[in-house]
């Protein structure tokens, strides 16, 4: 059974930073593209970035570009998101995703983590 288990959410003050990991177990980590998304109250669940399975590629929404960071460690079955600079409008429940490609795991991921919140106070 695949879980994906996000971590690291909280309350933080805008220009602030926070770092979300998400732990994979149930399939083969070092073999899948993993991504995040979010998803504000009253709007849609939208993409937030993306990294290949060898950590070589990476894809971010544009609203993040130069803010938000994704890493991973195959030998920790690991995934990372590091947000700084963070604002109100990134408030939002954060999922982690995972998707047998790059391209997959950014449109349509195969498997969700259950989110996290995360909550940037003006």
């Known amino acids: 059974q695949v879980q994906l288990v996000e971590s690291g959410g909280g309350l933080v003050q805008a220009g602030g930073s926070l770092r979300l990991s998400c732990a994979a177990s149930?399939?083969?980590?070092?073999?899948?593209?993993m991504g995040w998304f979010r998803q504000a109250p009253g709007k849609e669940r939208e993409f937030v970035a993306a990294?290949?399975?060898?950590?070589?590629?990476?894809s971010y929404a544009d609203s993040v570009k130069g803010r938000f960071t994704i890493s991973r460690d195959n030998a920790k079955n690991t995934e990372y998101l590091q947000m700084n600079s963070l604002k109100p409008e990134d408030t939002a429940v954060y999922y982690c995703?995972?998707?047998?490609?790059?391209?997959?795991?950014?449109?349509?991921?195969?498997?969700w983590g259950q989110g996290t919140q995360v909550t940037v106070s003006s």
């Open positions: 149930g399939l083969p980590f070092n073999s899948y593209a």
């Open positions: 995703a995972a998707g047998n490609t790059i391209v997959v795991v950014t449109t349509t991921p195969h498997y």
């Open positions: 990294i290949s399975w060898s950590g070589i590629r990476t």
